[in-house]
């Protein structure tokens, strides 16, 4: 978060908005006719031809995934750029046929890249075209719901706890509304709007009677006159001037380590190769060709792609298991988590609560204790939830009269107060104060009880607690209603009337918990995550539900003893908790950092306004469909239906993506390393190149075919079993230990096509370029597993695809047009020769890898 204090400016490249200067300080009813609006709002005709004219409510700061982007963002990549270079100036040199093969190898490989990626960026689009934020628009007359990217201005907005706003604009008429502007002021705390105007000079934290798309709303309603939409807002021109990306993700992270590493050896092998060529006097054109082609025949070009489709794939499958996901490297983050922290309502439970009683204060069901509930339940025009559909269910079924009941006026719900109000008329003159809320809040507001208002003592309210304990420790949520008589009066109600109240009772409702629910939190526990529940209800009831579903081994903490700990004192406390009761927004934020720090990836699932600063917390934040936008918007991953069961198999497919990510690392550095150094070490002591340029690249090229089909492969078991993190030591290990056992059988090749075949130049590089490609294609299918390979079966795709290119192996150097690139046939014992090899390091490579497993497994190794 940041201060930003900055008069209107109009951004460069925003659509063709009209200039409202300091729209602010200009009354709305001039604002509404210079946008040819009305109170009404606009119609539907004139909103289509104004977003037409005016563009789309988004920001595009960013090209985005789009296909020039994409296809550019292919070259951006310095090796291949230079690659080509060298090619051209190698035309010049006249040495044409040499480069125009190297040429035509890069752009294949780069369409390669491509052609995967945009495929895999068009099918994440349609996913997320599935979970869009929509904003109540009045439209013709009448508030409807329409996806926020199509507002424009004129348009009028209706605002509620929980609303994302749309748009920039000013407020009409507001009921205790405040928002959270903290992503563009700081303000730590949500700051009350109201209608109005206010000095042109205002800066944007004095602006009181304007909202400003990216803030949410905190509590109250509105209806607010949209003035500025997508480039041309106040966030709009800071994304467009940042461009700010999300913090990376640890596997983000992971994968900028290795891309360093191997940066450093490819610097150091690049410059060291070309030096000892030129200085052993070889065609320098080739030898500058030959450094750059070991290295992109080192680097894992395909990378960015693979990571692209295995992301894909894996968004795809979670899809229809009724997961979308929202931010694609969030996926990785989903396989890491080791503890998930959840609500318990419609989580845990069955989300179907029932109002089982509306009792007085001595127990006993009472018709009034329903009535008031019911009327309150019925006038409250904030967020809807299912304790006032359960009081009108109830209502309905024992045919409660409330029609001779009109709303005065309405105090809305804050995480404050914990309670709303509402204002009642039943006659002329006559109000009623009606106060619905958590009990231990509202009885603090109370001065009398029951039906006859006996005065509220110490004792009296012993008793009532007594009450509340009671049913909490059976599972109940309770809630509190209270009521007094008020004056009516034209100035509205306030938060200082709710005082002076008479109890009148309790609600009590039931939400018992899901059938199936203790063998999901078995399979979550069996895949190595821990789960926590962090609720706003009482301790009691939260301990009763953790009691029945086998939670019960840990503790439970209040938020008014977190308040009381220190954060270091809270880091070593939530290792031992497993229920957080009773808390507010801000704590449940200081849990999930306080895990964090601990080393744990958390995951937190929430579908509420009160949910939104731990969901931008967590490292997974993971919301319903039918989540308020605030909450929405701060997830990675949107759950269709709110289920555990979907989300254990959700993490499944996390870890099956990262497992198949880290695969083409394995798989391409074991080889790619090897036959690097190979070349390298055979460069300078044999009078000719090991390998021509354009033969290392299509080497490079035939290998990415089939790798790029691991993103669909299967996994091994072990692999979803635990939460997987990435290992940048054994990277590395891996790719010195495999890289090395590689180059033992290059040089055994290069001995035998020396001394036992006594293979020319062309023969020798024909020979190892065959056996080079066949070792590198069977090896990974070998090192994608860590079992024997022969027990985990690969996908048919890289089964297939595999055998098609090692075929292509065997028949190029016999094509007619093998010439190209620089092949000769070769005779029938020297191929035979060449495959004998590459058996004989598949055995070999088996037996290395059950021993750098066990060896890894007893350092303490995890990656695997």
């Given amino acids: 978060m940041f201060p930003f204090h900055a008069k209107h400016v109009a951004p460069t490249g925003a659509p063709s908005q009209p200039d409202m200067g300091a729209y602010w300080s200009q009354a709305s009813k001039d604002l509404t006719q210079t946008l040819d609006s009305s109170v009404e709002g606009l119609t539907q005709k004139t909103a289509r031809a104004r977003r037409r004219k005016m563009g789309a409510n988004v920001l595009d700061a960013t090209a985005g995934d789009t296909f020039w982007g994409l296809l550019i963002s292919q070259f951006k990549n310095p090796l291949v750029l230079i690659l080509m270079v060298a090619s051209v100036i190698s035309m010049f040199a006249a040495e044409w046929v040499d480069a125009g093969v190297v040429l035509a190898i890069v752009l294949g490989s780069t369409l390669l890249g491509f052609t995967q990626e945009y495929v895999a960026s068009n099918a994440i689009k349609k996913l997320r075209a599935k979970v869009k934020i929509h904003s109540s628009v009045l439209r013709d007359g009448r508030f409807r719901p329409i996806p926020s990217d199509l507002v424009v201005p004129g348009d009028v907005v209706a605002l509620s706890a929980g609303s994302l706003i749309p748009a920039d604009g000013v407020v009409l008429e507001a009921k205790d509304f405040f928002i959270n502007q903290a992503v563009l002021t700081g303000e730590t705390f949500p700051v009350e709007k109201k209608p109005g105007v206010v000095a042109d000079n205002a800066s944007l934290s004095e602006r009181s009677n304007c909202v400003f798309m990216g803030t949410s709303v905190s509590s109250g309603t509105a209806r607010v006159l949209l003035v500025k939409t997508g480039k041309a807002t106040v966030f709009g021109q800071i994304a467009l001037k940042l461009a700010l990306r999300p913090p990376m993700t640890e596997f983000e992270r992971g994968v900028h380590r290795f891309g360093y590493l191997l940066t450093r ?86 989300g179907v609560v029932g109002l089982d009683g509306a009792l007085d204060t001595q127990g006993i069901a009472s018709a009034k204790v329903l009535r008031l509930a019911a009327i309150n339940a019925h006038f409250q025009s904030g967020l809807s939830n299912a304790l006032d559909d359960a009081i009108g269910m109830a209502a309905r079924n024992a ?58 003592d110490a004792a009296g309210r012993a008793s009532l607690v007594a009450l509340l ?25 306030v938060r200082e009337d709710e005082s002076g109240l008479n109890l009148d009772g309790f609600l009590l409702f039931m939400d018992p918990p899901k059938t199936d629910v203790r063998q999901t939190l078995g399979n979550l526990a069996q895949r190595g995550v821990q789960l926590k529940v962090i609720t706003g209800d009482n301790r009691q009831v939260a301990w009763h539900l953790a009691q029945v579903l086998g939670l019960s081994e840990g503790h439970v903490m209040t938020g008014r003893e977190l308040n009381d700990m220190a954060d270091d004192a809270l880091m070593h406390a939530v290792k031992q908790t497993v229920v957080f009761a009773e808390v507010d927004p801000n704590q449940k934020e200081r849990i999930i950092l306080a895990l964090q720090k601990t080393g744990h990836v958390v995951g937190y699932m929430g579908d509420g306004i009160n949910d939104a600063l731990a969901l931008h917390a967590a490292d997974v934040g993971i919301s319903v469909d039918t989540a308020v936008d605030v909450a929405k918007d701060a997830s990675d991953f949107v759950l269709l239906r709110k289920d555990l069961d979907i989300l254990s198999q959700g993490i499944d497919e996390g870890r099956v993506t990262f497992a198949n990510t880290l695969k083409y690392i394995l798989t391409t550095i074991s080889a790619n390393f090897g036959n690097m150094v190979s070349m390298a070490v055979a460069s ?165 890898k059950k021993r750098f497993y066990a060896t890894t497994h007893q350092l303490g190794g995890h990656v695997l």
């Fill in 469 to 493: 304990e009671g049913w909490s420790a059976q599972g109940y949520r309770v809630l509190g209603l209270a009521s007094k008589p008020m004056d009516e009066r034209t100035e509205p109600y």
């Fill in 265 to 350: 050896v490819m610097l150091v092998m690049v410059v060291l190769v070309l030096a000892i060529n030129v200085f052993l006097e070889k065609p320098p054109i080739d030898s500058l060709l030959f450094a750059l082609a070991l290295a992109v025949g080192l680097t894992p070009e395909l990378l960015p792609a693979i990571v692209s489709i295995t992301l894909s794939h894996g968004a795809n499958r979670m899809a229809k298991l009724g997961v979308i996901v929202r931010r694609l490297n969030a996926i990785e983050n989903l396989g890491a988590m080791d503890v998930l922290c959840t609500d318990k309502t419609g989580t845990l439970t069955a």
């Fill in 399 to 456: 045919q409660v009269d409330i029609s001779a009941v009109s709303k005065v006026d309405e105090i809305p719900y804050d995480f404050v107060r914990k309670c709303l109000s509402v204002v009642v008329t039943e006659a002329p003159g006559r109000c009623t104060l009606i106060t619905k809320g958590a009990f231990e809040k509202v009885l603090a507001l109370c001065i009398t009880q029951g039906e006859s208002g006996v005065p509220l």
């Fill in 684 to 848: 300078v002591f044999l009078p000719f190149l090991p390998m021509l340029a354009s033969q290392i690249l299509l080497n490079n090229f035939l290998s990415d075919i089939p790798a790029a089909s691991i993103a669909g492969d299967r996994v091994d078991p072990e692999w979803v079993a635990k939460p997987r993190h990435w290992d940048t030591l054994f990277i590395r290990n891996y790719m010195v230990v495999f890289g090395l056992l590689s180059s033992a059988f290059d040089f055994l090749t290069f001995g035998a096509l020396l001394w036992i075949f006594e293979a020319a130049p062309q023969e020798f590089q024909t020979g190892w370029f065959v056996e080079s490609l066949m070792t590198e294609l069977v090896i990974a299918l070998v090192v994608r597993t860590r079992r024997p390979f022969y027990q985990s079966r690969p996908a048919r795709l890289l089964l297939l695809s595999t055998l098609a290119v090692l075929m292509v192996a065997l028949t190029l150097p016999y094509l007619p047009f093998s010439a190209v690139f620089g092949f000769v046939p070769l005779p029938w014992p020297l191929m035979l020769g060449m495959v004998v090899l590459t058996l004989a390091y598949v055995g070999v490579v088996e037996l290395v």
